[in-house]
């Protein structure tokens, strides 16, 4: 029996949850298609009622969520080692759940409602993904690379551009009206068909009512009669699981004749023939009709990569990604991946989009931090360039970078004259490095500069094996493809080989959506020995006793203005 959580051996608790994880992903492969699975039932029995499991869970939701401090209806933000492990001691499925708290966050010019829940349901959401998530990773359509761990916006966008490689395409660019919010209860629940007590706990947190704290509503319940709230931790996964089996739809009506690419609700479907994109819309808004799902009519359209249709300009945007083909000459030698030549060019860059959400988001810190001390404004500037560029480097994005220097350097300029009144005391504030480079000298003598756009160099990436599984047993695989795509630990690369992916404390794998943080060793007197070294966030709260409030690591996700994003803390 733990009686301390600083007591907890985490490298046992994790090889305990995954080997239990493997066993679920193993029987439901096996299991696929039949209405009774004994053996996947009775291993995630097994892992919702065992100790580990709920230690984890705790600890993902109290401890691993740095930075997500939103309290339920509960007003419970954050809790210590000692409430960890109470709750822990409570924590089961009791069929019952608690209101959730809705909470508007900013959504371009929209708001978008997210529905926090209490501490201990957000627990028990976890402890429930935990036993489902493998079970379904195992049956999940392959192009279906959102909210999976271990899975990328990257790996879609190679997917897509794979697609139109080999030729134009027409597609159908889709848009799922108010996803989250309009799945069917009834629909989700009979796919589900799982066990008596997590389909009753699952019921109960749909049916939760929901406590607007927002305008002249503040302080009702209303009742939650269809979809999954977002802000939950194991919404993410049901969205997912309402959205799947689109693909093996499509391929028993048209066989090999379309191929779609999803990404969460976000998804489109290629085709070398017109018909055939008109045809998967139709069977897909029949397919999504009983889910309570359809399309947004004016978001939803159909177009060709290299040639307009129906008024439209040609190419795809998706994921902040534009997609084009472009004809050339036969005699240029542009070749495809077979080798022969061919009289088109693909070509994928950053979207005109992405690009405009962008500089709103530089616009915007220019704003806030006016009168704001130069380091403030460096640290908030360089955040977003560097999260942004690591992004779009997946792209032929070189012209786009180099476009960005001039846009921010003349943006910038303009704000220091604004601040100094003089654009003699802005050049000697705020430009006052070599080559007019927006950077200052600190009291210290250290230099500071803004990072260029074109600094980040265009990569690479290697998409995920098809039918690849973080609950298949093969995690330094994962491990490996976690240090590639992250840009501050690639940076340190050798240090994680030399470690072998693994958390220097607890000596268990570092894996996607794993807290990662930099450990700097300390000699007896705790001096720093110059000496770093890779760890869980957890194993740096234990190594520094529980008083570290790091940033964390989100690998592979997009950067600040798209999606949070989330560092390394050194």
Request: with cysteine.
């Amino acid at each position: 029996m733990v009686k301390n959580w600083e007591d907890i051996n985490w490298k046992n608790s994790s090889l305990v949850i995954h080997d239990l994880q493997r066993k679920i992903f193993d029987a439901s492969a096996k299991e696929k298609g039949l209405s009774i699975k004994p053996k996947t039932r009775e291993f995630q029995r097994k892992l919702i009622n065992c100790d580990e499991a709920k230690r984890i869970a705790v600890r993902k939701i109290s401890q691993d969520n740095r930075g997500k401090r939103t309290p339920g209806v509960d007003g419970i933000s954050k809790i210590g080692p000692k409430k960890r492990l109470e709750l822990t001691k409570q924590l089961r499925l009791d069929g019952k759940a608690d209101p959730i708290r809705r909470v508007l966050i900013p959504k371009g010019d929209k708001t978008r409602p997210l529905g926090i829940p209490t501490m201990r349901d957000r627990a028990k959401q976890c402890l429930v993904a935990m036993a489902l998530e493998p079970e379904w990773e195992a049956l999940f359509d392959s192009n279906s690379y959102g909210f999976r761990p271990g899975y990328s916006q990257g790996d879609a966008k190679w997917m897509v551009t794979r697609q139109i490689q080999g030729g134009p395409k027409f597609f159908l660019d889709a848009d799922i009206k108010g996803c989250f919010d309009n799945i069917s209860h009834e629909y989700l629940l009979n796919k589900l068909s799982t066990m008596r007590m997590v389909e009753r706990q699952i019921k109960s947190w749909l049916e939760a009512g929901i406590l607007d704290t927002s305008g002249n509503s503040e302080g009702r319940i209303e009742e939650n009669t269809v979809g999954t709230p977002q802000g939950g931790t194991l919404s993410p996964l049901l969205a997912n699981i309402a959205l799947d089996g689109m693909e093996k739809r499509l391929y028993e009506e048209l066989r090999n004749k379309v191929r779609i690419i999803r990404f969460a609700d976000d998804f489109v479907v290629f085709s070398d023939k017109l018909e055939n994109v008109l045809a998967s819309k139709k069977i897909l808004a029949q397919y999504l009709k009983p889910i309570g799902l359809e399309f947004s009519k004016e978001k939803t359209r159909i177009g060709h990569t290299m040639i307009p249709y129906e008024g439209q300009k040609p190419g795809l945007d998706f994921l902040g990604f534009n997609f084009k083909n472009y004809k050339v000459s036969k005699h240029r030698g542009v070749k495809n991946t077979r080798g022969a030549k061919q009289e088109f060019l693909q070509v994928t860059k950053p979207s005109d989009k992405a690009i405009k959400k962008h500089k709103d988001a530089i616009r915007k810190i220019l704003r806030v931090y006016k009168q704001a001390p130069m380091q403030s404004v460096m640290e908030a500037l360089s955040s977003i360039i560097k999260g942004w560029t690591w992004y779009f480097s997946l792209s032929q994005s070189t012209e786009t970078f180099t476009m960005l220097d001039g846009w921010i350097w003349k943006r910038l300029w303009r704000w220091a004259v604004k601040r100094h009144k003089s654009a003699r005391k802005a050049k000697k504030e705020c430009f006052s490095v070599k080559g007019w480079a927006f950077g200052f000298v600190d009291k210290d003598g250290h230099r500071w500069v803004l990072k260029r756009y074109d600094s980040t160099q265009v990569r690479r990436f290697v998409k995920i094996r098809k039918g690849a599984s973080i609950y298949n047993g093969k995690l330094r695989y994962f491990a490996e493809r976690m240090s590639m795509h992250n840009p501050r630990i690639k940076r340190l690369g050798g240090l994680l080989v030399s470690q072998e992916y693994k958390c220097a404390k607890c000596q268990f794998y570092l894996l996607p959506n794993d807290i990662v943080e930099l450990h700097h060793v300390l000699d007896d007197n705790k001096v720093r020995t110059g000496e770093i070294k890779f760890v869980h966030g957890h194993c740096h709260d234990l190594i520094h006793g529980n008083n570290l409030h790091s940033s964390s690591v989100d690998n592979g996700q997009e950067p600040c203005e798209l999606r949070s994003s989330r560092t390394v803390r050194e």
